[in-house]
């Protein structure tokens, strides 16, 4: 019985996606250039190639009995959401708006999305080209929350969250900020590469998930030390490596602007990472490998909204202040309020992501980008106010629907793991296999 229910959803669901799946005809694509193109799709290997690395960064900062299941919920992320964009995500996102606050459903099944250009997003590069370094951005997004419950949700209750999540929260919030007649778009705010969409977004998104899974067994009494910081390393030069790709990228066009970006990239990257060592050796004695790291992403993260748009001086103003906020977060409101962010995506992505959104506002500068705007610091105080709504905005909307969709899936097939599955490991408990089998 159960079988033929299966075969008829499995047939109903095949001619669905049949009929979704009508390609575009192959317009005409004489405006494509072709290094333009080569260099998006390159980006956009480069920025899946950091959910790999970000499985990497994560997974040597937990226990060596729960490595697998946060790296297979990195790999699911991939799977997923790759399939979510092309059926409808995409199409949400920067479908037709409608009044600003949605995309149409024009797009579905990539349904008109061909090979020439959109000028509205790109006008040098396939349409699908564009749409699939966007894909990119969809699928890292989501992955950066786990880092806040890690140890401690059920994969079944991850999966239902990954999809409820990238379709009301993350596809909303892209169209609000990048898509054609989004409403904070039309406000003016400035978002190069994602510093609102992806950080602050999936940041507010970790915190929620790490107050309402609350605190992994034995936190903060027993000490519960990373199991490999080689991974870790790894992860993190991989991210460092695919940020370009993130960043440059997204001037969708190998031109000045994504040069500009690119320098402006590993500057605070590179700022950032020495400010977190040398913060260690002040406050604790010693820099340390993990501080370096850390400190290099959230340099990463705070440069992302600005690339586009600010110099190399900047860009290690950013770095060095991004390493001041994101410690603090991290070293003492942690644990002044005592909330379990496991990995730190609240104190790295979210508060590193906002301070880039803000500082967006005060550094910005059209000698730098003439399509962006002036700064306050270059005479435009209007741009900071501006910066400080979109951050609001998107705090609120992010904090209100994780809060919600974690409360359906909780309701639906509960969040957090057994004490029991949570004491012999997730790698086990949920996936039946082990990171590391020793042997005769």
């Not at 509205?120 to 966007?134: E, G, K, L, V």
């Not at 993130?246 to 320098?263: C, D």
């Not at 906020?325 to 379990?340: L, P, R």
């Amino acid at each position: 019985m159960l079988g033929r229910v299966l075969t008829i959803i499995l047939g109903a669901a095949f001619f669905l996606l049949a009929g979704l799946g009508t390609p575009a005809l192959a317009a005409d694509a004489s405006t494509v250039n072709s290094g333009d193109t080569s260099f998006v799709l390159m980006s956009a290997a480069l920025v899946l190639l950091m959910t790999v690395a970000l499985a990497f960064f994560y997974g040597g900062l937990v226990r060596r009995k729960n490595v697998l299941s946060i790296m297979m919920q990195c790999l699911f992320a991939m799977g997923l959401i790759s399939i979510q964009w092309v059926l409808f995500g995409y199409s949400l996102s920067f479908g037709p708006d409608k009044g600003g606050i949605i995309g149409g459903l024009e797009w579905v099944g990539l349904r008109g999305v061909g090979q020439a250009p959109n000028p509205d997003y790109a006008a040098t590069i396939p349409h699908t080209a564009f749409m699939i370094f966007q894909c990119m951005f969809a699928m890292i997004t989501p992955a950066r929350i786990i880092g806040a419950f890690a140890e401690r949700m059920k994969f079944s209750a991850f999966c239902i969250f990954l999809i409820l999540w990238a379709t009301l929260v993350y596809d909303p919030v892209c169209h609000w900020v990048w898509g054609v007649g989004g409403f904070i778009r039309k406000m003016g705010a400035l978002d190069f590469a994602g510093g609102t969409v992806v950080h602050i977004n999936a940041g507010i998104a970790a915190l929620v998930a790490a107050v309402m899974l609350g605190k992994r067994t034995g936190y903060p009494e027993r000490a519960m030390p990373p199991h490999n910081l080689p991974f870790t390393l790894l992860g993190a030069g991989c991210l460092w490596f695919g940020w370009f790709g993130f960043n440059a990228g997204s001037a969708l066009a190998a031109n000045g602007i994504a040069v500009s970006a690119f320098v402006a990239t590993n500057t605070a990257a590179a700022a950032a990472a020495l400010m977190w060592a040398g913060i260690e050796w002040v406050h604790g004695g010693k820099p340390t490998m993990l501080g370096m790291a850390t400190g290099a992403v959230a340099g990463l993260v705070a440069i992302t909204p600005a690339a586009g748009f600010v110099g190399p001086v900047s860009a290690i103003l950013i770095g060095l202040s991004v390493s001041m906020i994101c410690y603090f977060f991290v070293a003492f409101v942690k644990v002044k309020f005592g909330y379990d962010d496991s990995l730190d995506a609240f104190g790295v992505h979210g508060i590193g992501g906002l301070w880039g959104a803000l500082v967006t506002g005060l550094l910005a500068t059209k000698l730098i980008n003439p399509a962006g705007a002036d700064g306050l610091f270059f005479g435009n105080a209007r741009q900071f106010g501006i910066q400080i709504a979109g951050c609001a905005i998107t705090i609120g909307y992010s904090l209100v629907m994780t809060f919600v969709i974690l409360k359906a899936v909780d309701l639906l097939v509960g969040i957090r793991a057994s004490a029991s599955d949570e004491m012999v490991g997730l790698d086990l408990t949920q996936h039946n296999e082990s990171g590391y089998t020793l042997l005769d």
